[in-house]
């Protein structure tokens, strides 16, 4: 099985789904993951464009994943949102069809930041007709401190697909530590204390003890994924 994250930012990724990417990356599955711009990480002070790369394979490499690679937005700090959306979208459909994932993780369109709405929406257009490539299902992935800033009134998060992620969440946090510019001391959302709490918040709704959580955008099914479940292979 193949999965494949695509990100707006540097960290996204490990906030996203961390704790998911590295179960599966352990259950064996091909986790690639694809980061469009590292603007954001750029305009902090004395971080260049190799830095802010290399801190997301050192993420990734805590996660397990089988590769990283990266987008054509990252010359200067530009938000996406400045970016011709045919080139998202091409950018998307470019990753879908080079690594032919039958999972896609990616941010949700009700999201406050812009740039993760923007790559949620091309996520959606590049996988609108399941039937005609590799996908079979694309969920969409929280990041605190924007996620759950959005207000009510705009396509709230409601997840209804989780991932038992205990023993991984270690991990995501270790993974986080490689964004040290981008971690703060608690309460703040970007913390270590605040990935734990979110894990164990969502393992209450799911009956598990550390959970990720994802809204389903769509869906594709050839046969009951009961089986699988039970196996103990990814869904």
Request: aromatic share 6%.
């Amino acid at each position: 099985m193949k999965a494949l994250v695509i990100a707006a930012h540097p960290d996204d990724e490990t906030l996203g789904a961390g704790a998911t990417v590295s179960l599966l990356s352990a259950q064996g599955v091909d986790v690639h993951i694809h980061v469009l711009a590292e603007g954001v990480s750029l305009r902090h002070s004395g971080v260049t464009l190799k830095e802010a790369r290399a801190r997301c394979e050192a993420a990734a490499e805590e996660l397990g994943v089988s590769g990283v690679s990266f987008g054509e937005f990252a010359s200067d700090d530009r938000l996406l949102c400045e970016v011709p959306q045919r080139r998202i979208v091409d950018t998307v459909h470019r990753q879908l069809r080079e690594h032919e994932p039958e999972l896609v993780f990616t941010h949700h369109p009700g999201d406050i930041h812009v740039d993760h709405r923007l790559v949620a929406h091309a996520v959606n257009y590049g996988t609108r007709m399941l039937g005609s490539g590799s996908v079979r299902q694309v969920l969409h992935f929280e990041v605190l401190s924007s996620t759950e800033q959005q207000t009510g009134l705009v396509a709230p998060f409601h997840p209804q697909v989780f991932y038992d992620v205990q023993g991984h969440v270690d991990a995501k946090c270790r993974a986080l530590e490689a964004y040290e510019y981008e971690v703060h001391e608690p309460p703040h959302p970007r913390s270590a204390t605040a990935i734990r709490a979110q894990a164990a918040f969502r393992g209450v709704q799911a009956g598990v003890h550390a959970a990720e959580a994802f809204v389903l955008g769509r869906e594709l099914r050839t046969s009951s994924p009961i089986g699988e479940i039970r196996k103990g292979h990814a869904a």
